[in-house]
């Protein structure tokens, strides 16, 4: 029995380790969605634009979709903007949530850095945002046609993001349609 408790700190000491070494393989940028594959959760939000309609998840069906999610605080999605923009320009679906932000302030946001969103529901109260599980902005899901959840990209698109990830799974999720 004495050697089993001079043994056991030695033992414990070499479980933590090995716990430790396993942590350092994982990449703490990658933040699983329990959503892929499954549908939206329901949201209906109101327009971050004046006169707009707003977003509702029932209208993200039909085709491949991206489901950005912004604020005019972040200032990621300041640097991830002009991508958004020639995105759009280049015909990708992109809808946009407002997330914890005042619509006015979103509004203002778009006004001066340009529209990339068919449509922008604002997420003040960021309740949908959690439904979706959105740990911060900018975040953007992206949705086949059926509604479901594809991918999950946690931080701006880039350039690099969009042409290695992004880009060949819409073009995937299009061929799919």
């Given amino acids: 029995m004495k050697r ?5 700190p030695v033992v414990v ?5 090995v716990g430790f070494m396993v942590g350092l393989k994982r990449d703490p940028s990658i933040l ?3 959503l892929i594959g499954k549908p939206l959760p329901a949201f209906a939000l109101p327009a971050v634009r004046p006169g707009d309609a707003g977003l509702t998840s029932a209208e993200l069906t039909g085709e491949p979709i991206m489901l950005n ?3 005019s605080w ?4 300041r640097a991830e903007h002009p991508t958004l923009m020639r995105l ?3 015909g990708v679906v992109i809808h946009g949530m407002d997330w914890k932000d005042e619509a006015a302030d979103g509004a203002r946001w778009l006004a001066e ?3 990339p969103y068919i449509r922008a529901g604002n997420d003040r109260t960021g309740r949908a945002g959690i ?3 959105v740990s911060g902005v900018p975040e953007t899901f992206i949705v086949d046609r059926k509604g479901r959840v594809r991918y999950r990209q946690v931080g701006a698109i880039t350039p690099d993001v969009w042409n290695k990830t992004i880009g060949p799974l819409m073009a995937r999720l299009r061929a799919e349609s």
């Fill in 4 to 8: 089993f408790l001079a043994l056991l």
């Fill in 13 to 17: 000491f070499a479980l933590v380790l």
């Fill in 32 to 34: 699983p969605s329990m």
């Fill in 69 to 71: 999610v912004f604020a």
């Fill in 74 to 77: 972040c200032v990621a999605c």
């Fill in 88 to 90: 759009k320009s280049e």
């Fill in 113 to 115: 850095n340009g529209d």
């Fill in 131 to 133: 439904d979706l599980g």
